[in-house]
């Protein structure tokens, strides 16, 4: 089993309808998360940190559910600039590696 | 604004060839690492540098090896250049710790003949 996992879609969407993600994780122990952003043939950028009350930022919602080790990813109201492959990051134990998820690809149509 | 710098953004090089990628970042970063990115695979860590001189083995540091000679300057090395290495190599940056925004430099894809 993969450390962390992602389904890669790709997810395709209409503008203005709602998506969510998950990304599943095997280590129980995983203290920090977060969701990066990824545009075709682009570096990452940090999207959001995900919290363990959950985070909110715009349109965008991050939640972490430890019990069946799964975080998501929540955006609403989709715009054609929100197409970009989303990866979701895992923080190891010791707090000096981060695993990445293979990315889930979101397409969003006019 | 923080800056994560590459030499090359495309590079062909020939089985058996010694390979440097160099990264240099400007944000005083004590962390700087180095992933390879294939599809399906998603970024794996290959060394990652806590400090000029430090170097730590991250999931799959095979056929590569390092050097941080300076704070600022990471380097990422091919001993003999096989096919299998062909990737895209992305260098990133943080400050202490990896519960920081690590900040990625452009990319550099390489493909080995």
């Known amino acids: 089993r993969k450390e962390v996992e992602q389904d890669p879609g790709p997810f395709n969407v209409p503008e203005g309808a709602t998506v969510a993600f998950n990304c599943t994780y095997s280590?129980?122990?995983?203290?920090?998360f977060f969701w990066y952003r990824q545009d075709c043939r682009k570096e990452p950028k940090l999207l959001m940190s995900?919290?363990?009350s959950g985070n909110e930022d715009g349109r965008f919602t991050a939640q972490l559910n430890r019990a069946s080790q799964y975080i998501s990813l929540l955006i609403r109201d989709s715009k054609l600039s929100d197409s970009a492959t989303y990866l979701c990051?895992?923080?190891?134990?010791?707090?000096?590696?981060?695993?990445f998820g293979g990315g889930t690809r979101l397409m969003v149509k006019p | 604004d923080v800056k994560v710098t590459q030499s090359s953004r495309y590079l062909v090089k020939r089985t058996g060839e010694k390979v440097f990628l160099e990264c240099v970042q400007d944000?005083?970063?004590?962390?700087m690492f180095w992933y390879r990115q294939d599809p399906g695979l998603g970024l794996r860590l290959i060394y990652f540098?806590?400090?000029?001189?430090?170097?730590e083995k991250g999931d799959i540091p095979e056929g590569y090896s390092v050097s941080r000679e300076k704070k600022e300057r990471f380097s990422l090395i091919l001993e003999s250049a096989s096919t299998n290495q062909t990737s895209m190599y992305l260098c990133?940056?943080?400050?202490?710790?990896?519960?920081?925004?690590?900040?990625f430099g452009p990319g550099t894809r390489l493909t080995v003949l």
């Open positions: 995900v919290y363990s």
């Open positions: 944000m005083d970063h004590e962390n």
């Open positions: 280590n129980s122990a995983s203290q920090s």
């Open positions: 540098s806590y400090d000029v001189k430090m170097k």
């Open positions: 990133a940056s943080s400050f202490e710790s990896s519960y920081n925004e690590q900040f």
């Open positions: 990051v895992v923080v190891n134990n010791a707090g000096n590696m981060l695993t």
